[in-house]
């Protein structure tokens, strides 16, 4: 059922989805590199502290690097959660800064 004037869509019809990637321990901890990393564990702080914007990753990768796991640039702004495992029980999301 839907309001007076609005219409049922899919999520994929009215917006852009990206797929995250699996984040091998030996990348991780690196604060320099071409694109920020960020984990579920991320969105978790951000929402505790009250906010809606994830702070400066913690975490930085190469687009090599990048490009060997799959993982695709995600655009500044864009709203990111959980999308497997007890995380999305919590319904926590967050904003990408960049």
Known sequence: ???????EAALSEIATL?????FPKE???RDTGDLGFYKVSDISRTV??????????AHCISRQE???LRATPIPANAVVFARIGE???LNRRALLPT
């Open 18 to 22: 990206y797929q995250g990637a699996g």
């Open 66 to 68: 990048a490009a060997k």
């Open 87 to 89: 995380a999305i029980g």
């Open 1 to 7: 059922m839907t309001a007076r004037g609005w219409c």
């Open 27 to 29: 990348l991780q901890g």
């Open 48 to 57: 505790l502290a009250g906010r809606d914007t994830l702070g400066p990753a």
